[in-house]
């Protein structure tokens, strides 16, 4: 089991990402505890410790950017994965700081998966950094991506069913 005792947090408005990344990381060994928004979710950051945080950008009373804000200033060793179906993020996530990564919605179960085992055991992303036009390659503190996966690309939408 990849995920066995590690703790994971996901933060989402809608219940079937909730439910479904819940799953998908519950059948893989993970403790999984859930928000339905920023707010909630930083309230649930003060009671245990995370290994991953799992982020919807879009969200009320507390959105994506203000939470990892306030996440970094408590929390700054917490991985964070930002999710999103807006490729105004997802497309450029260099406008998000202190990330560990984006993932763009809808996303296939076990592309997340293999994200949150990365992040959890604080391995590199696949295809981190891009190779520049002059062919030498970048490291972390050199990538014009600062180390988030900018070229995650949205999975087909598959219909849920009840």
Sequence with gaps: MDGYGKRVLIIDDNEDILYLSGMALLDRGYNVYTASDGLQ?????KKRRYDVVLVDYHMPRLNGLQF??????????????LMSGDDSVTGHS??????????????????????????????????????????????????????????LRAARAVPLTN
Excluded at 41 to 45: D, I, L, N, R, Y
Excluded at 97 to 106: D, E, H, Q, R, S
Aim: hydrophobic letters at 35%.
């Design 94 to 151: 260099d406008l998000v700081k202190g990330i560990f990564g984006c993932i763009a919605k809808p996303f296939e179960p076990p592309r997340l998966v293999e994200l949150v085992n990365r992040a959890c055991h604080n391995l590199p992303q696949e295809d981190r950094f891009k190779l520049p036009r002059g062919g030498r390659k970048t490291g972390p503190r050199t990538s014009p991506l600062i180390g988030r996966d900018a070229g």
């Design 41 to 45: 979710g930083s309230e649930q950051m």
């Design 68 to 81: 990892i804000e306030i996440c970094r200033m408590m929390w700054p060793e917490t991985p964070i994965i």
